[in-house]
């Protein structure tokens, strides 16, 4: 039996050991293997797989000590093995390093337009000073497209932490994830981690920017909202910010292009807080989010409300 299913094991094992009723360590991975591009899977609790078959060994067999494992050889048997585990997957450093050309070239794959694939990550890089939103050209692009080829797909922050000493400060850092989520799953199943995720239900910050509530005619983020075209929308958003801000845009899509329309908040003071309430036309929106950036290039946004006819 490889040794990787030890070294899972002992991954499990180090995240339950570390975790208490109010800190869960999740044993997320990385592994990059048939599907295209550079990946990420989260499992809703522990599953042991391994990254190939060796000859004679069927897809799944059952392990005395690890239970069910296994052995994909293909994308369409790691597809199975998402379905059947209930995984989360997504596209990590979307259109950049090993993810280059990534999602763009699986968009018609099974398994990309599967709902267990969430999306793509956040992370800003490279860094462009120029642009105004953090990541502005190749996360939120990718976020936007994938929204415009007519599937529901969200944007997951992310960080790399390679090797950390003890006096490295992460925290000040990190993307943040906040889901609407209570209370804290226990380390040996954290399946309602990604029930939130997978229905879009949190949003994303750099951790300067709180979106304590949002809302489309009230629907939340990830929700579909029904309503006629020539309907208005009302979009609330209550925001809480350590720095200035400097503008709130929503941007929303028609299937095939993308528009926004930008807010100057240049009046919020530091330490502040405020009930955004956003008139819109329905017309011309299939879906929409809304983003809020402050002076020092912080920021917040949401996933999509999707937009249906009644």
């Known amino acids: 039996m490889p040794v990787r299913l030890k070294e899972q094991d002992t991954y499990y094992e180090a995240c339950r050991r570390f975790s208490d009723r109010n800190f869960l360590i999740l044993p997320g991975e990385e592994p990059n293997v048939y599907l295209g591009g550079h990946w990420n899977i989260l499992f809703p609790k522990p599953v042991y797989w391994t990254h190939g078959r060796e000859a004679g060994r069927p897809f799944v067999e059952e392990h005395p000590q690890y239970g069910t494992v296994y052995h994909p050889g293909n994308a369409q048997e790691v597809a ?16 950049t390093k090993g993810s280059t050309f990534y999602p763009d070239k699986i968009k018609a794959a099974d398994y990309f337009q599967d709902d267990h694939w969430l999306g793509a990550a956040f992370k800003a890089m490279p860094v462009d000073l120029s642009q105004q939103r953090l990541c502005e050209v190749r996360c939120f692009a990718t976020l936007d497209d994938m929204n415009n080829w007519w599937q529901k797909k969200f944007l997951i922050g992310e960080v790399d932490t390679y090797k950390k000493w003890p006096s490295d400060d992460l925290y000040g850092h990190f993307n943040v994830n906040y889901l ?47 309503i006629a075209p020539e309907q208005r929308i009302n979009l609330v958003a209550d925001l809480e910010w350590t720095f200035p801000l400097e503008f709130v845009e929503v941007v929303w899509g028609n299937g095939e292009r993308t ?11 530091a330490f502040g807080s405020h009930r955004f309430s956003i008139p819109l036309e329905a017309a011309g929106k299939r879906w929409l989010r809304f983003a809020a950036w402050d002076s020092a290039g912080n920021g917040a946004f949401t996933q999509p409300v999707y937009l249906r006819s009644n």
Do not use: C, Y
């Open 259 to 269: 528009d926004r329309l930008v807010l100057p908040a240049t009046e919020m003071k």
């Open 180 to 226: 609407k989520l209570d209370p804290l799953p226990a380390a040996g199943d954290w399946g309602e981690i990604n029930r939130v995720l997978r229905a879009g239900d949190f949003f994303v910050t750099t951790g300067e920017i709180l979106i304590r509530h949002f809302a489309v005619n009230g629907a939340s983020s990830g929700q579909n909202v029904s």
């Open 80 to 95: 199975e093995m998402i379905r059947r585990t209930n995984a989360l997957v997504w596209q990590t450093h979307p259109r």
